[in-house]
């Protein structure tokens, strides 16, 4: 009778346990599932927040209440766009009418800025030039760098200025006309005057929707391959470099960074860069307020420059520099030994940019692709066609 009893107990001591190790199994086995899959969810999710996709945007913060019209002179207005000039340094601010919002080309007066007195008169200038002297000896001069007086006179829609710069000797004209949702900004060849020195190259309103850090949600479009942005974010690392790209890509006859240096001083060489489509444009506030520029004239000579935080100053801006005359090797011996010089003659053209406001839907890298779909379509560059 006991024999039959410890039988019994036996076989549920055996038996017991399966059920719970089973059940064990299965747990155990259902946690390793959840975290393979929550490591692939993670892995996914970073992915998927890299550049290689797009993002989903942050919600965009109010406008300083700081930049103000004051010292600015309104010279005109219509239905969307109220423009207003600065005498001195000839720097813009574009009221939005839709949005109220204030676009400067300049600084705030009564802000404190991380810029040595060169950057701040760079940043608020409405050009800054390169120019060659006698030897070859490249220097660079803006419109508040030494005693310089623009004489501005007011145009039906806007004004001309001529700039007569005092370091150089060299002057030019700029003209700015309000044009519906646009500013349009031109520098006429033919009222480029030059003494000794020649003139090398211009940069148009260098600081026109720039951001110092993280003062604002938003981003630059470049149009680096099929278009890119450059977010606004925190200063980058110290070896971060400015984007620069030829538009067309770089003339093959002007190589103006020809290596004549020994093995000893070899730099690294940045690969060139080239531009397809003429236009770049800035975001303040995903859907809030954008503008694009695209180059009209002068962009088989033109360079577009982006600088993100940390490269040369704190701010992220953006420009045009057109190229009158380019540096190159002047072989004078088969050895191909020689010297770098800038052309005699000034290359031919006329500079013109036209720069369009968009509000609210329209303000971002979208809004900018169809402003630009549209500037080709009206200038016959882009056939329409029905969808099929």
Same mark, same amino acid.
């Given at each position: 009778?006991?024999?039959?009893?410890? %039988?019994?107990?036996?076989?549920?001591?055996?038996?017991? #346990?399966?059920?719970?190790?089973?059940?064990? =199994?299965?747990?155990?086995?259902?946690?390793?599932?959840?975290?393979?899959?929550?490591?692939?969810?993670?892995?996914?999710?970073?992915?998927?927040?890299?550049?290689? &996709?797009?993002?989903?945007?942050?919600?965009?913060?109010?406008?300083?209440?700081? /930049?103000?019209?004051?010292?600015?002179?309104?010279?005109?207005?219509?239905?969307?766009?109220?423009?207003?000039?600065?005498?001195?340094?000839?720097?813009?601010?574009?009221?939005?009418?839709?949005?109220?919002? /204030?676009?400067?080309?300049?600084?705030?007066?009564?802000?404190?800025?991380?810029?040595?007195?060169? %950057?701040?008169?760079?940043?608020?200038?409405?050009?800054? /030039?390169?120019?060659?002297?006698?030897?070859?000896?490249?220097?660079?001069?803006? *419109?508040?760098?030494?005693?310089?007086?623009?004489?501005?006179?007011? =145009?039906?829609?806007? &004004? $001309?200025? $001529?700039?007569?710069?005092?370091?150089?000797?060299?002057? =030019?004209?700029?003209?700015?006309?309000?044009?519906?949702?646009?500013?349009?900004?031109? =520098? #006429?060849?033919?009222? /480029?005057?030059?003494?000794?020195?020649?003139?090398?190259?211009?940069?148009?309103?260098?600081?026109?929707?720039?951001?110092?850090?993280?003062?604002?949600?938003?981003?630059?479009?470049?149009?680096?391959?099929?278009?890119?942005?450059?977010?606004?974010?925190?200063?980058?690392?110290?070896?971060?470099?400015?984007?620069?790209?030829?538009?067309?890509?770089?003339?093959?006859? @002007?190589?103006?960074?020809?290596?004549?240096?020994?093995?000893?001083?070899?730099?690294?060489?940045? #690969?060139?860069?080239?531009?397809? !489509?003429?236009?770049?444009?800035?975001?303040?506030?995903?859907?809030?307020?954008?503008?694009?520029?695209?180059?009209?004239?002068?962009?088989?000579?033109?360079?577009?420059?982006?600088? #993100?935080?940390?490269?040369?100053?704190?701010?992220?801006? *953006?420009?045009?520099?057109?190229?009158?005359?380019?540096? @190159? &090797?002047?072989?004078?011996?088969?050895? !191909?030994?020689?010297?770098?010089?800038?052309?005699?003659? !000034?290359? +031919?053209?006329?500079?013109?940019?036209?720069?369009?406001?968009?509000?609210?839907?329209?303000?971002?890298?979208?809004?900018?692709?169809?402003?630009?779909?549209?500037?080709?379509?009206?200038?016959?560059?882009?056939?329409?066609?029905?969808? +099929?």
């Amino acid at each position: 009778m006991l024999s039959k009893w410890r %039988w019994i107990i036996f076989s549920v001591i055996i038996l017991f #346990p399966i059920p719970v190790i089973a059940n064990a =199994i299965a747990e155990n086995d259902s946690k390793t599932e959840v975290s393979e899959l929550t490591d692939n969810r993670i892995s996914q999710l970073l992915r998927y927040t890299s550049n290689q &996709f797009t993002q989903p945007e942050k919600e965009a913060e109010s406008p300083d209440a700081d /930049i103000t019209l004051e010292g600015y002179e309104r010279i005109a207005e219509n239905s969307n766009l109220a423009l207003y000039v600065e005498t001195e340094s000839l720097a813009l601010k574009i009221v939005n009418k839709e949005t109220g919002y /204030i676009w400067s080309s300049g600084l705030e007066p009564d802000r404190e800025y991380n810029l040595n007195d060169t %950057w701040r008169q760079i940043a608020q200038s409405a050009l800054t /030039i390169e120019y060659v002297d006698d030897e070859a000896n490249v220097s660079s001069e803006s *419109v508040l760098s030494s005693e310089t007086e623009p004489e501005l006179t007011q =145009i039906e829609n806007g &004004f $001309t200025a $001529t700039i007569p710069f005092e370091q150089s000797g060299i002057s =030019i004209q700029l003209e700015v006309i309000l044009d519906s949702t646009s500013v349009e900004v031109s =520098i #006429p060849q033919a009222e /480029i005057m030059e003494q000794t020195n020649k003139l090398a190259s211009v940069q148009v309103y260098p600081f026109l929707g720039a951001v110092e850090g993280t003062d604002r949600d938003g981003y630059l479009f470049i149009p680096d391959g099929s278009g890119a942005l450059m977010r606004f974010e925190n200063k980058q690392f110290s070896s971060v470099i400015p984007y620069q790209a030829h538009v067309y890509g770089e003339d093959e006859g @002007f190589r103006r960074d020809t290596n004549t240096s020994t093995d000893e001083e070899q730099q690294e060489v940045i #690969p060139e860069q080239q531009v397809t !489509m003429p236009v770049y444009g800035v975001t303040h506030g995903v859907d809030e307020n954008s503008f694009v520029t695209i180059i009209d004239e002068g962009k088989s000579f033109a360079e577009i420059l982006a600088y #993100p935080s940390g490269a040369s100053t704190d701010f992220h801006w *953006v420009t045009t520099q057109y190229n009158y005359r380019y540096r @190159f &090797f002047q072989p004078t011996s088969q050895s !191909m030994s020689g010297y770098n010089t800038y052309q005699e003659e !000034m290359n +031919q053209f006329d500079v013109k940019e036209r720069i369009t406001f968009l509000s609210d839907e329209d303000a971002n890298y979208v809004g900018m692709a169809k402003t630009f779909q549209r500037y080709l379509v009206d200038n016959d560059m882009l056939t329409k066609h029905e969808d +099929q």
